[in-house]
């Protein structure tokens, strides 16, 4: 198993280009998530799906948007780049088990906005 | 999702234990304790979790005080490989999606 990978792993876009992440999972797992990590901070939480066709707001939502038409993949896009967006992006999956689900996470898109 | 303080940083030697503390002082009676830790540019991975009683696996040993106020992650026989990021995060039974809170974590420094 591959569990969960991440492309691209590293990408300069010039603000306001568009980009789109793909992330996809092997585990068969119905929950996803795009988090973002800044320098020296913990993870925050992007946008989530909890099942194929169906996606949700996180923490940090604004300027992204998610699509996931699959249950392994779930696609995070950039519309237009802001400098703001520099940071490093970790997708992640898990099955529900309320309070001892275990998240699996990909090895992360660093994402330079210029 | 309740709160937890670590300690910022921390250092150990190599083949010494490693105790890291957690408080969650405001943790709910079906709130569960994880770790995760994050290696150098490299996605967290799952350490291990527990409701009450304290939890052994392959790669650490979890001691959660009797009132749950507060936990430690042991690491029985630090290695440079265990260098990383540690995280206690507390999730909910009932939580409806299992986003995963992060604070900043305890930086774990291990000395040759």
């Known amino acids: 198993n591959a569990g969960v990978t991440q492309t691209p792993k590293f990408r300069v876009l010039k603000t306001g280009q568009s980009m789109t992440l793909l992330c996809a999972q092997d585990m068969n797992h119905e929950y996803m998530y795009w988090y973002r990590q800044d320098p020296g901070m913990g993870l925050r939480l992007i946008h989530y799906?909890?099942?194929?066709?169906?996606?949700a707001k996180g923490e940090v939502p604004d300027g992204y948007n998610v699509s996931r038409l699959k249950k392994q993949n779930f696609l995070l896009g950039l519309e237009s780049a802001a400098p703001s967006q520099t940071s490093v992006y970790f997708c992640?999956?898990?099955?529900?088990?309320?309070?001892?689900?275990?998240?699996?996470f990909g090895p992360g898109t660093r994402l330079l906005v210029l | 999702d309740a709160k937890t303080t670590q300690p910022n940083s921390m250092e150990s030697n190599e083949e010494e234990p490693v105790h890291l503390p957690c408080n969650h002082s405001?943790?709910?009676?079906?709130?569960?304790i994880h770790w995760y830790r994050q290696l150098p540019s490299q996605g967290p991975e799952y350490v291990i979790h527990?409701?009450?009683s304290n939890v052994n696996n392959r790669m650490a040993s979890l001691a959660i005080a009797e009132d749950r106020k507060s936990s430690t992650l042991i690491l029985h026989r630090a290695t440079l490989r265990d260098a990383a990021v540690y995280y206690c995060?507390?999730?909910?039974?009932?939580?409806?999606?299992?986003?995963?809170?992060f604070g900043k974590g305890t930086k774990l420094s291990v000395k040759p």
């Open positions: 799906s909890v099942g194929e066709g169906t996606t």
């Open positions: 527990g409701l009450t």
């Open positions: 405001t943790i709910s009676g079906t709130d569960y």
């Open positions: 995060i507390l999730r909910n039974y009932g939580g409806s999606q299992g986003n995963l809170i």
């Open positions: 992640a999956s898990s099955r529900p088990r309320g309070g001892q689900e275990t998240q699996y």
